[in-house]
């Protein structure tokens, strides 16, 4: 089984018997997330779904009098929770509360992640809240869903707007001019978090950005700080302690851009000196990080074709243990003193990093079940070929269509009484599939029309010289 945070047993004996149904339901989650041998049949997720919430009615039953009560039956639930919403994502039903919950949670995480980093970018929070308001449509249109999943979605999704706001309050007295300045700030010092965890240091690039950073300096008229008598690091974490985006209020923007401007140029100043080496107490924490995030960015170039969500679970659950082991925000050594400033902003970017590749696959998941997803990406391929051959002039004949034509129709035929079936069962997603192949054939029958009149208009010209000559 994957990490998970350690929680205490249960204090009320009756609740072992939850636990141990729980517990099982997880093994038998966690066995059909590992069967690669065929896809993932809807009715095997629905089962293990009602037997989940069968298990959650018992136990509101017997905290009537307790709600706050968290202990590891709590733990093991949000397992199972995660596990099925990412089930539900794999079968193709993601406007579903289930499918929404692990979304939401992972959300929330960047959003805390958002806030205590300091810096983010209006861009950043229109993204976030677009899909926000879309999962809270999605469940306000699913009332038969389970009472207690909508009920928690719906307070993750509270709390998930609530940072929002509050987020958005820290940048909100940003004039236009302030607000170019400030999110070319927020991208070059990603850029120098980013290079500060490369394999091998770029020192050159760190050098451009820096001069970056002077040029707007001195367009902003400020001077450097001042650190006689104490490190960059120290700095750093006065001016991270004393102001931060979302305390206290909305800040001028004048004070925004040029708090962030000092913040880069420390971080710039830290990062030339670490050279992209971290505090040894901490360096297996920052090895398991680098893997996560390395294995998680390489899924970026086949996910389309190869990823199926619940392969997100064991990372979800290993950032999640990482994190949660963090004690007010800090990483911890063996000792329990706490990391210095360079380790802990940059295990923080590993961590954020590795979560927003997490949040950008579930956003980008299709409404499709796996056992449909082969044709949707056939079919997805072939529109894109179709969009590229119309905006280079489409086809000189019509046999230049052909085998676009052929390979529609092998896919058209695949169908049997107007569904796409896998054996007896119709999997979720027809919609799509069956939307986006006709949009192919229409594509396709508009690319022939422009080909033939080509053609008309080519041996019209021909008769019409052939007249002249003679």
């Not at 038998?28 to 690669?36: A, F, I, M, N, T």
């Not at 406007?95 to 939401?104: G, I, K, Q």
């Not at 960047?110 to 806030?115: A, F, I, K, T, V």
């Amino acid at each position: 089984m994957t990490d998970s945070p350690a929680f205490r047993a249960p204090l009320d004996p009756a609740e072992q018997p939850i636990l141990d149904s729980i517990l099982t339901l997880r093994d038998k989650l966690s066995l059909l997330k590992q069967d690669r041998s065929t896809y993932v049949k809807s009715q095997d997720v629905i089962s293990l779904y009602n037997a989940l919430l069968s298990q959650v009615s018992s136990l509101n039953a017997l905290r009537e009098n307790k709600r706050t009560e968290q202990n590891r039956v709590d733990t093991v639930l949000d397992d199972c929770f995660q596990l099925i919403s990412l089930f539900f994502l794999t079968i193709g039903r993601n406007n579903e509360a289930p499918a929404v919950y692990s979304a939401v949670s992972t959300v929330k995480r960047l959003l805390d992640h958002l806030r205590e980093a300091g810096f983010y970018s209006p861009a950043d929070l229109d993204g976030i809240e677009g899909h926000v308001v879309k999962w809270e449509g999605s469940v306000e249109r699913h009332p038969d869903d389970s009472e207690h999943m909508i009920t928690l979605v719906k307070a993750r999704i509270a709390v998930c707007k609530q940072t929002l706001a509050e987020l958005r309050d820290g940048l909100s007295r940003l004039d236009p001019q302030m607000l170019a300045t400030y999110q070319k700030l927020v991208s070059i010092l990603r850029s120098l978090s980013a290079c500060n965890t490369r394999s091998r240091y770029p020192e050159q690039e760190v050098k451009e950005f820096e001069a970056q950073l002077l040029d707007i300096q001195a367009g902003l008229h400020e001077t450097r700080d001042p650190h006689e008598g104490q490190t960059a690091e120290e700095v750093y974490a006065d001016r991270l302690a004393a102001i931060r985006l979302t305390e206290g209020g909305a800040r001028e923007g004048d004070v925004v851009v040029k708090s962030l401007l000092a913040r880069c140029l420390l971080w710039c100043e830290i990062v030339q000196e670490k050279k992209g080496k971290i505090d040894d107490r901490f360096e297996e924490v920052h090895t398991k990080l680098l893997k996560i995030r390395n294995n998680l960015e390489q899924m970026n170039l086949t996910h389309a074709w190869s990823l199926r969500e619940t392969d997100l679970y064991s990372f979800q659950r290993q950032l999640d243990r990482i994190d949660e082991s963090r004690v007010e925000g800090n990483f911890l050594d063996a000792q329990n003193r706490p990391a210095d400033l360079h380790a802990q902003r940059t295990l923080l970017y590993l961590l954020r990093k590795s979560y927003a590749f997490i949040y950008q696959y579930i956003v980008s998941s299709e409404p499709v079940s796996e056992a449909l997803l082969p044709i949707y990406n056939q079919l997805l391929t072939l529109k894109r070929c179709l969009v590229e051959v119309k905006n280079n002039g489409g086809v000189d004949s019509p046999r230049e269509l052909y085998p676009y034509s052929m390979k529609l129709n092998s896919i058209d035929n695949m169908k049997k009484d107007g569904a796409f079936r896998i054996g007896s069962e119709i999997p979720e997603g027809q919609g799509s599939c069956i939307s986006l192949l006709a949009e192919c054939f229409d594509m396709a029958y508009e690319l022939r029309m422009e080909a033939e009149d080509k053609e008309e208009e080519t041996e019209e010209q021909a008769q019409t010289n052939g007249g002249v000559e003679v």
